[in-house]
C-alpha cells in the first residue's frame, strides 16, 4: 500500500533532484529520505527513480506516481481539516499566495478579520505573480491563490474553483510636469511616443496588446516586477506607465501623477482553490474574507 508520507517525500526528491536536498526540505535526515523511497519503491513494485552518478531523475513510473500526488495529498490534507472540524477542532492551517499589490491592499483586511473571526486559524504568506501562483497551487504548495488575468482565457481555470473579487482598472502615470498631468482622461494614442516603464511579464504583454490595438508599439527602456520601482521611474521623469488601480493605492506616487486611460482596461481579480480545498472550513472562510474586502 502507497503510503501519503511516501508521496510527499517522492514529490520533494523530484522537485529538489537529490535525497540531501529533499531531506532539508522536509526536516528530516538523508538516510531517512532514503528508506522512505525505498519503501515506496517496494510498494509500487518498480523502480522510480534512477541514479548516475550524482545527478537523479524519475522513471516513467516514478513520473507517473508525482503526477498524482498533488492531488492525492491535496485530497488528504481536505479529508483530515474537514474531520478536524467536524470533530469540534477548532483550528485550521491556509497557506496563500498572492501578487504583490494584493497583498498589501486585500490581504490584510481579509486576514485581520478571519484572525478576529477564527482566533485558532493560521494563515501562512508568500507572494508569487500568476501563472507561478497557479501552478504552486496545482502542485500542492498552497491552498489558495490570490491571480488576476486580462480578458478570459478559455479553459485556463477549469480545473479550480474560481472565486471573482474585482474588475481592477489600469490607470496611466505621468510625470508631474508631463504634458498631460492634469488631463481628466487620456488616449493611450497620446502617449505612442512617449518611454515606457513596464511592470511584471503578464502586465509586459498586456501594455503591448492594448498600445497595438490602438496603432503603436510601446518603446519600453525599463521593466521591473516591483510597482514601488515603476512610480519612482516615472516620478524621476524617465517615462510613461500603467499600473493597476491596486499597486497605487498601496504606494503614493511621490513626483507622478496618475491619469485615467482610455480605452479602458480592466484586470479580473480572483482567488483560486481546488475543489477538494474548497470544503475545507478554514480555506471557504479565508475565501469569503477575501470576497469582503474586495468589496469594501
Do not use: N
Not at 105 to 114: N, Y
Not at 198 to 206: K, V
Not at 226 to 243: Q, S, T
Request: aromatic residues 4%; glycine residues 10%; charged residues 25%.
Amino acid at each position: 500500500m502507497i503510503e501519503a508520507r511516501h508521496l510527499r517525500v517522492l514529490r520533494a526528491v523530484s522537485t529538489t533532484g537529490s535525497f540531501s536536498a529533499a531531506a532539508r526540505e522536509l526536516g528530516c535526515t538523508q538516510p531517512a529520505v532514503s528508506q522512505q523511497m525505498k519503501a515506496l519503491e517496494g510498494s509500487a513494485g518498480t523502480p522510480l527513480l534512477i541514479r548516475t552518478g550524482r545527478e537523479m531523475r524519475l522513471t516513467q513510473a516514478g513520473e507517473a506516481l508525482v503526477r498524482h500526488a498533488s492531488g492525492i495529498l491535496a485530497g488528504l490534507t481536505a479529508a483530515e481539516e474537514e474531520i478536524a472540524a467536524i470533530a469540534g477542532l477548532r483550528a485550521g492551517r491556509v497557506r496563500l499566495v498572492s501578487f504583490p499589490s494584493g497583498s498589501s491592499t486585500l490581504v490584510p483586511g481579509a486576514l485581520a478579520a478571519l484572525r478576529a473571526a477564527h482566533p485558532g486559524t493560521q494563515v501562512s504568506l508568500v507572494e508569487a505573480e500568476p501563472p507561478r501562483s497557479v501552478e504552486m497551487l496545482r502542485d500542492g504548495d498552497c491552498d489558495i491563490a490570490l491571480a488576476f488575468r486580462y480578458g478570459t482565457t478559455g479553459g485556463e481555470w477549469d480545473d479550480l474553483v474560481v472565486r471573482p473579487l474585482l474588475d481592477d482598472r489600469l490607470i496611466g502615470l505621468v510625470p508631474e510636469g508631463h504634458r498631460l498631468a492634469g488631463a481628466d482622461a487620456v488616449g493611450i494614442g497620446e502617449l505612442a511616443d512617449e518611454p515606457w516603464i513596464a511592470g511584471c511579464p503578464r502586465c509586459r504583454r498586456q501594455l503591448v496588446e492594448v498600445c497595438e490595438d490602438s496603432g503603436f508599439t510601446p518603446r519600453i527602456d525599463f521593466a521591473t516586477d516591483d510597482y514601488p520601482a515603476v512610480i519612482g521611474l516615472v516620478g524621476a521623469g524617465l517615462g510613461v506607465a500603467v499600473l493597476p488601480q491596486l499597486a497605487l493605492e498601496s504606494v503614493r506616487p511621490k513626483g507622478a501623477r496618475a491619469v485615467s486611460v482610455e480605452p479602458a482596461v480592466e484586470r479580473e481579480i480572483v482567488a483560486l482553490t481546488l475543489p477538494d480545498l474548497a470544503r475545507v472550513p478554514a480555506v471557504a472562510a479565508t475565501l469569503d474574507e477575501l470576497s469582503r474586502a474586495a468589496a469594501r
